[in-house]
């Protein structure tokens, strides 16, 4: 079993920052990409940050040079630092990880629980 925890959401004025933080315990041999996805109040869940493998990154247009993704494979944590934060940010944040259980294992994908980030003066 893979379970993935998340933490470091909470309530930031415009501006501020947070750093999201994305654990994965359980039977893992090797994880492959990393992404956060945000959803918005009332809104689809869109893809904001993914991280390969090898540390290749990328950014929706909307937070690109405010937010920051990277990894520890040592760890097996994903982190999702957010710098400028608008009132837009808000919504539930939600880290996604494509890894191998075991060495034989499928290419599995696995959900953390969300996060809530609230941007507002």
């Known amino acids: 079993q893979v379970q993935l925890v998340e933490s470091g959401g909470g309530l930031v004025q415009p501006g501020g920052s947070l750093r999201l933080s994305c654990a994965a315990s359980?039977?893992?041999?090797?994880?492959?990409?990393m992404r956060w996805y945000h959803q918005a109040p009332g809104k689809q869940r869109e893809l904001v940050a993914i991280?390969?493998?090898?540390?290749?990154?990328g950014y929706a247009d909307s937070v690109k040079g405010r937010f920051t993704i990277s990894r520890d494979d040592a760890k097996n944590t994903l982190a999702l630092q957010m710098d400028s934060l608008k009132p837009e940010d808000t919504g539930v944040y939600y880290c996604?990880?494509?890894?191998?259980?075991?060495?034989?294992?499928?290419?599995?994908?696995?959900w953390g629980q969300g996060t809530q980030v609230s941007v507002s003066s």
């Open positions: 359980g039977t893992i041999f090797r994880v492959d990409t």
């Open positions: 991280i390969s493998a090898g540390g290749s990154t």
């Open positions: 996604n990880l494509d890894l191998w259980p075991t060495i034989l294992g499928a290419l599995s994908s696995y």
